[in-house]
């Protein structure tokens, strides 16, 4: 049975969770941050995990965004295979939302048209937006508006075969410890390994969406996450780079077949409000 969408349900959605997303820290990272906090032994360290638990406290109470960077709009749509869009473009609708959410939230408008010529496109579209044909009638809708102090430092590199699982921890380890402050830790760490050089990226960028404590099915991975987490935290970066037990909240690690020849490795980088927000229409 096909089920019909208008695609005027995307655009509303879509606004609603722009808004959301850049004043509201997702749940799960919320837990992250008061865990963080709690279990902090340096003191400058602790009262900076403290200024910036105040800080989210007032900008939900006030309305104010988390984050004066709110971010270039990325926007994953899981379609069901029996779903028939109507009304309209989906790729159109998806931006009107992305357009409606930054103005109507008075979210700053960050996003050049042509990144050469550099003009402001005045309403934060277009979005990045990733399709994935999935079973069913549903269609799940994740948005991530995703700050550029933080998505500079994220780093993709095609390492040989012959690098193993030791080269790729040394990678990624040092992707972070090259980011320093600039990434505004404490950070959450999406890695994609395998594929091909844009399936890794994208990888990294949806692991990133993962909710936090959740780990891999995977043991190996998983035992993989644990590891560089707690090889991240031993750099003592700490939040603001100034020291401290928490330099990352988080490791999550997303995987995929690759070419026998291949080892792409991808790390993409957010900083503590790691905007996510899903819902199911």
Do not use: W
Not at 31 to 49: D, G, R, S
Not at 72 to 84: C, E, P, R
Not at 98 to 103: C, D, K, P, T
């Amino acid at each position: 049975m096909v089920r019909s969408v208008d695609v005027g349900v995307l655009t509303t959605n879509i606004k609603e969770m722009c808004i959301q997303a850049n004043h509201y820290l997702a749940p799960d990272m919320d837990q992250a941050m008061h865990q963080a906090f709690e279990k902090e032994t340096k003191p400058l360290a602790k009262q900076i995990l403290g200024q910036l638990l105040e800080n989210l406290e007032i900008a939900g109470k006030d309305m104010i965004p988390i984050c004066q960077d709110t971010g270039m709009a990325v926007v994953f749509l899981k379609i069901g295979q029996d779903v028939h869009f109507e009304g309209g473009s989906v790729e159109e609708a998806v931006n009107e939302g992305v357009r409606q959410g930054y103005e109507e939230g008075y979210l700053r408008k960050s996003v050049v048209g042509d990144p050469l010529v550099r003009v402001n496109t005045k309403d934060n579209t277009p979005a990045i937006i990733h399709y994935e044909i999935v079973p069913g009638d549903q269609v799940e809708i994740t948005v991530a508006p995703k700050g550029f102090g933080s998505e500079n430092m994220s780093k993709i590199m095609m390492l040989k075969p012959a690098d193993g699982i030791e080269g790729v921890k040394e990678a990624i380890v040092n992707t972070v410890k090259e980011a320093g402050p600039n990434a505004c830790p404490p950070v959450v760490v999406g890695v994609g390994i395998g594929g091909t050089f844009e399936k890794a990226a994208i990888l990294a960028k949806k692991a990133l969406t993962r909710e936090i404590g959740v780990h891999s099915e995977l043991p190996h991975v998983k035992a993989l996450e644990e590891e560089l987490l707690e090889k991240i935290n031993a750099i003592g970066l700490g939040p603001a780079g100034l020291g401290g037990d928490t330099t990352a909240l988080a490791v999550n690690v997303n995987t995929y077949a690759t070419h026998i020849a291949g080892l792409p490795v991808a790390v993409n980088i957010c900083c503590h409000v790691n905007r996510h927000m899903v819902r199911v229409i």
